[in-house]
């Protein structure tokens, strides 16, 4: 296929209400042409692809990215605690604090302490696709990634410091950060996910990091207010029975 100007769409039920993110398509049949997919809220049930105007139905191999993997030492153990929230569910536009604790058996000689507080969307699904001036189908690859939230905060130490040591027994930290107002609910789909994560990292000179990670829930606020008419509109429905025995007539059971 010719490289040109033009989008690719992701079709999903309509009354999914989907939402539009854009992305980067990885296969060189389209040479890196930024495109758009749509992904439902409640999961990207995606089943057909429109690609320049014609219609393409998925492959079903498509996996949901990994979540990253963690590097801990046996030497060191952290707990990332939320205060007065044992859950780690939260509303969007909360104020989320609370407490990291690092307990070391040994002293440990790091650069810093940094905490990395990301927010994503990422899609990941294949599609065969026609190539060639025979229309062959080939199998391309689509994926994409949008950061809602990305922030980083040393704790201690900094990026360029000239290294600190932690000493052998219980190290606290405290943290602090706000959620969007805007940022989607979380939600995990096969073709793609909506993740929010807190990452402890202890940069160390010359050897590799050692790296921490607490996944956190976020539920969007809903204004029915805003909502569909439909919705507003107040509705009752009763259930009535009677029980006859001859002539006997019970009373009506709602």
Same mark, same amino acid.
């Given at each position: 296929?010719?490289?040109?100007?033009?989008?690719?769409?992701?079709?999903s039920?309509?009354?999914?209400?989907?939402k539009r993110?854009?992305?980067?398509?990885?296969?060189?049949?389209?040479?890196?042409?930024?495109?758009?997919?749509?992904?439902?809220?409640?999961?990207?049930?995606?089943?057909?692809?429109? $690609?320049?105007?014609?219609?393409?139905?998925?492959?079903?191999?498509?996996k949901?990215?990994k979540?990253?993997?963690?590097?801990?030492?046996?030497?060191?153990?952290?707990?990332?605690?939320?205060d007065?929230?044992?859950s780690?569910?939260?509303?969007?536009?909360?104020?989320?604090?609370?407490?990291i604790? =690092?307990? %070391?058996?040994?002293i440990k000689? $790091?650069r810093?302490?940094? %905490? =990395?507080?990301?927010?994503?969307?990422?899609? %990941?699904w294949?599609?065969?696709?026609?190539?060639?001036?025979?229309?062959?189908k $080939?199998?391309?690859?689509?994926?994409?990634?949008?950061?809602?939230?990305?922030?980083?905060?040393?704790?201690?130490?900094?990026?360029?410091?000239?290294?600190?040591? =932690?000493?052998?027994?219980?190290?606290?930290?405290?943290?602090?950060?706000?959620?969007?107002p805007?940022?989607?609910?979380s939600?995990?789909?096969?073709?793609?996910?909506?993740?929010?994560?807190?990452?402890?990292?202890?940069?160390?000179p010359?050897?590799f990091?050692?790296?921490?990670?607490?996944?956190?829930t976020v $539920?969007?606020?809903?204004?029915?207010n805003?909502?569909?008419?439909? =919705?507003?509109?107040p509705?009752r429905?009763?259930?009535?029975?009677?029980?006859?025995?001859?002539?006997?007539?019970s009373?009506? %059971?709602m």
């Amino acid at each position: 296929m010719r490289a040109g100007n033009g989008s690719i769409n992701a079709e999903s039920p309509p009354s999914c209400h989907p939402k539009r993110y854009h992305f980067t398509v990885s296969s060189a049949i389209f040479g890196g042409q930024r495109c758009s997919a749509l992904v439902p809220p409640s999961g990207p049930a995606i089943t057909h692809l429109n $690609v320049y105007g014609r219609k393409f139905k998925l492959a079903g191999s498509a996996k949901a990215p990994k979540m990253p993997k963690e590097k801990t030492s046996k030497h060191v153990k952290c707990d990332i605690l939320f205060d007065d929230n044992s859950s780690g569910i939260f509303t969007a536009g909360d104020r989320v604090t609370g407490v990291i604790e =690092l307990h %070391l058996t040994k002293i440990k000689k $790091v650069r810093g302490v940094c %905490l =990395l507080i990301s927010g994503y969307s990422a899609v %990941l699904w294949e599609a065969k696709v026609p190539d060639g001036p025979k229309n062959k189908k $080939v199998k391309a690859h689509f994926k994409g990634r949008e950061n809602f939230i990305k922030q980083k905060q040393y704790l201690a130490g900094s990026e360029n410091g000239a290294g600190m040591q =932690l000493p052998p027994n219980l190290v606290r930290y405290k943290f602090d950060f706000s959620i969007p107002p805007e940022a989607p609910t979380s939600m995990e789909g096969k073709y793609g996910h909506v993740r929010y994560l807190l990452q402890v990292t202890l940069e160390r000179p010359w050897k590799f990091d050692h790296n921490f990670q607490q996944p956190f829930t976020v $539920v969007c606020r809903a204004d029915l207010n805003q909502s569909n008419e439909v =919705l507003c509109i107040p509705t009752r429905a009763e259930n009535m029975m009677t029980f006859y025995c001859g002539l006997c007539r019970s009373r009506p %059971l709602m």
